[in-house]
């Protein structure tokens, strides 16, 4: 071999590598970035304050580098559909055990993932105004079968009890419905349905006119909030245990022995489940991230004070962030070594 052949095969090994370990640091990116390439469909439910914990879970993915759209909006049933079709990724927002028959309809574990809990201790039932609890001794809805008092609770001169709702397509709407039958109080209570955001808004200024209020709400929640439980309304118990659907048998007493008609519900991450096993990094993060009641509901009082734009949710969600980086940074340090077995 000549010298300049020499010299010709040293220049084109150390040029080899050379590209082998600028190479490196793609892989080292890649490596971090296990979703590189794929889109994502975050999917919510039309109530505004579950915005903050599905932007939660964009935001992860974003980092793991999933292209991730911005959040359709879709009631629960057809959410989960859509989930279970492909035609959304996730859903950060299902409620178990009260989506159950969502769930089921829509092909349960075969076309859905769910691991994990989201949220967890997640209350929900039926309050009245303390005043009017004290003066009239009312701890069981039982007790609105009686006309008198259930006119006590009459917002439109009709005679029976007022209930604010649930929007339909909720699931608690069926729950309600269902209950008015079981317990005896279609003659002397009015659910009244639709926007919810409406319909306890006016609940909320009657309240604050000192006037009786009789509604349904959830945990966690800005309601709460603003009438809180055991100092402005007090949760009425009800006179036993009756679910709709598959549900049918459940007991819905609680471990103090309380009963508000509902089960106590975890908010839980579903996926499509085709997805799900494609991107088990994906996957490992659905299944472990948590955020608890008391930071859902801290958000959303923020949001009913008038922090509610588009931007605000999301200096919302940077800042919680912040201030949980390193719980953050291991949920990402899991979801990637999932990757790569």
Known sequence: M????????LLACATAVSLSFAALPALAQDADKPGAGVSVTPLKSSIAEETFQTLLVSKALEELGYDVGEIKEIEYAAGHVATANGDGTFMADHWDPLHADFYTAAGGDAKLYREGVYSPGALQGYLID???ADEHN?????????????????????????????????????VIEHQLDAFGLRDTVTHNQGSYSAIIADTITR???????????????????????????TWLNVPFSSLPGER??????????????????NQRI???????????????????MQVSSNDISAQNLLMQQGQD????????????????????NGWLEEARAAAKK
């Open 130 to 132: 303390k005043k009017t």
């Open 309 to 328: 734009s588009e931007a605000d949710i999301e200096k919302h969600a940077d800042a919680w962030i912040a201030g949980h980086q390193d719980q953050w």
């Open 248 to 265: 049918s048998d459940v007991d819905t007493s609680l471990p103090d022995g309380s009963n508000y008609g509902f089960e106590a519900n």
């Open 2 to 9: 000549s010298l300049f052949q020499s010299k010709s095969a």
């Open 207 to 233: 309240f604050k006119e000192g006037k009786p209020v009789f509604y349904y709400t959830w945990t966690p929640y800005w309601v709460s909030g603003v009438m809180v439980p055991g100092k402005d309304v």
């Open 270 to 288: 579903i996926a499509n489940r085709e997805f799900a096993e494609a991107h088990p990094d994906a996957a490992k993060l659905f299944s472990i």
């Open 138 to 174: 009312i701890t069981n809805i039982d007790q609105l079968k009686d006309p008198e008092i259930a006119k006590l609770f009459d917002a439109d001169g009709d005679g029976k009890a007022d209930l604010a709702g649930c929007t339909p397509g909720w699931g608690c709407e069926a």
